[in-house]
């Protein structure tokens, strides 16, 4: 019953990896790793503007009171998750950079608001920056480009890896 379940997702409008376990011991033991935060997840993402080269995001994140879809830079007395992303910039021109982004936590939306608080939010995100009709509507430039998963019943650390997506491709700058 349990064959294909998710053990990790991504946000609609987001490409790239997902993980299914085929059996209960196996999600179990993959869903430890990923609350043990001891897989790795790197993302590669578009945004509008030219970021530092490298920049470590450590904003805590809650739900917005004005819109229980979105996540925000938590407030005082608010429930809140700790949120912690690395961000370096690979290629950049005028108008758009494609930047890597590894998180070291993992709550909804983290590197979305986290590019869109140090004011480069990703291109055709509608909910933290601006939707662009470069993209499908609902598709932001964000990508889940490659898991690490640690060593799980005495098998070898395995990496899972997917290639920038097509329509993602001729936004590179």
């Known amino acids: 019953a349990l064959a294909g379940a998710l053990a990790h997702r991504l946000d609609t409008g987001t490409s790239g990896v997902l993980l299914a376990a085929r059996s209960l011991d196996a999600w179990t033991a993959l869903r430890a790793a990923f609350r043990a935060r001891a897989v790795t997840k790197h993302y590669l ?4 503007g030219t970021p530092p080269s490298e920049v470590q995001v450590d904003l805590p994140l809650s739900h917005d009171p004005a819109d229980r879809r979105r996540m925000a830079p938590a407030r005082p007395g608010r ?22 982004v590894t998180m070291e936590t993992g709550v909804t939306h983290q590197i979305r ?40 019943d005495g098998r070898d650390p395995l990496t899972i890896a997917s290639p920038l997506a097509r329509d993602l491709e001729p936004l590179v700058p």
């Open 113 to 152: 608001v986290h590019l869109a608080s140090i004011g480069h939010p990703v291109l055709g995100d509608a909910l933290y920056g601006v939707p662009t009709p470069r993209l499908a509507r609902g598709r932001h430039a964000l990508h889940a480009a490659t898991l690490v998963l640690p060593a799980l």
């Open 79 to 100: 429930r809140s998750w700790p949120a912690r992303s690395t961000i370096r910039r690979l290629a950049s021109d005028d108008r758009t950079s494609l930047v890597a």
């Open 45 to 48: 993402a578009l945004v509008h």
